[in-house]
């Protein structure tokens, strides 16, 4: 398969004016292939979205990268700036933010909002009359399983999941590589957020586009994702295939996240059981983040922040569980 996304040592501060600097997103590298869909979890405050909106480069200030490489689809995104930046970005990533309501224009009809898109993005010598848009519109709500009606309806006309399948049509309609799905389902009720987030799967695997899902529940990415990113304290934790997960975790904040013995798939998995809270990344920790809430800590673990290391099918950044806790200090770097 081929890489879509390669990022490298992505690091994300929000400098809020007089405060202090937060470091929401430290060193994370990973790589995403052609047609995966992968899962970005873990408690809030974690990381989520600002890595989300940092590999798509829609960080908004105070948010700033300070560092890293993005290379999506051949081109390395941390290097661009204004018009080429928007050009990459438009011809390929798409995001889908939690609550639709929000992201349509209350006096724009869904016809209007597609039009705007499409007019907007056209290129030299694309069909963006009335019909042309008309006729992509009823296929676009075909794929999200909305009536063709929903076309000439309001945001205001429609429900919270219809509201959400339009704004997944109309991430859609420039045909997308990469769609970031931030909390698409959050602010639905159980039952429609089934439905959406069953569309979703099915759209992602008739379409092919590569996918990140972001979500608290562990339950619906491990069902709806080929592969899992654990965040923990702006850094990745584990990497592991979903099936795998499914068996268990190999990293402690993992296991705290699936809970000892929930099934993941229950609709009952509580992520607010953790002792202890994340730490403050006003002042990240140098040694391992999850040490003070982690009852296998050991000694290396407060001292040495430890690297994603091979464990399981994937990679998990924990000394305990890779084994090199009880090792000397070769793997510590040199204080010298
Ligand atoms: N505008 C901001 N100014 C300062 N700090 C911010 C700002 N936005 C986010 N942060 C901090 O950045 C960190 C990461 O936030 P982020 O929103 O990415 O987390 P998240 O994992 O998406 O959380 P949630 O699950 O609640 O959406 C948090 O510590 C948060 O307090
Ligand atoms: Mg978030």
Excluded at 90 to 101: K, P, T
Excluded at 138 to 165: N, T
Excluded at 238 to 263: F, K, M, N, W
Excluded at 321 to 328: N, V, Y
């Amino acid at each position: 398969m081929a890489t879509i996304l390669e990022a490298t040592d992505v690091s994300v501060t929000y400098q809020q004016p007089g405060g202090a600097a937060v470091h929401a997103v430290r060193d994370v590298s990973l790589s995403l292939e052609q047609g995966e869909f992968v899962g970005l979890v873990g408690e809030s405050g974690c990381g989520k979205s600002t890595l989300g909106f940092a590999l798509t480069r829609l960080l908004q200030p105070p948010a700033r990268l300070t560092g890293g490489r993005i290379v999506f689809d051949g081109v390395d995104l941390a290097s661009l700036d204004g018009e080429a930046l928007r050009e990459q970005r438009r011809n390929g990533i798409a995001l889908v933010l939690q609550s639709g309501m929000n992201a349509l224009s209350p006096v724009r009809s869904v016809e209007g909002h597609l039009r705007d898109i499409l007019k907007a993005h056209a290129r030299d010598g694309e069909d963006v009359s009335r019909g042309a848009v008309h006729r992509r519109g009823i296929e676009l709500l075909e794929k999200v399983r909305l009536p063709a009606d929903v076309l000439g309806r309001y945001p205001h006309e429609l429900s919270g999941g219809m509201r959400q399948r339009v704004s997944i049509a109309l991430a859609l309609s420039l045909d997308p590589k990469l769609i970031v799905f931030d909390e698409p389902t959050t602010a639905l009720d159980v039952i429609v957020q089934k439905a959406v987030m069953q569309t979703i799967r099915e759209l992602q695997q008739e379409n092919g586009f590569t996918g990140i899902l972001i979500s608290h529940d562990l339950g619906v990415v491990l069902e709806a994702t080929n592969r899992v990113l654990v965040m923990y304290a702006g850094r990745i934790a584990e990497d592991q295939p979903s099936s795998e997960l499914l068996r268990g975790a190999h990293h402690p904040y993992t296991e705290a996240l699936l809970g000892c013995y929930a099934d993941p798939r229950a609709d009952d998995v509580d992520l607010g059981e953790i002792p202890g809270s994340p730490p403050d990344l006003a002042q990240p920790p140098s040694g391992c983040a999850f040490a003070p809430r982690c009852s296998l800590a050991e000694d290396v673990c407060v001292r040495v922040d430890p690297d994603l290391m091979p464990l399981g099918a994937g990679r998990a950044a924990c000394h305990v569980r890779a084994g090199s806790a009880g090792r000397s200090d070769r793997e510590e770097p040199s204080l010298v």
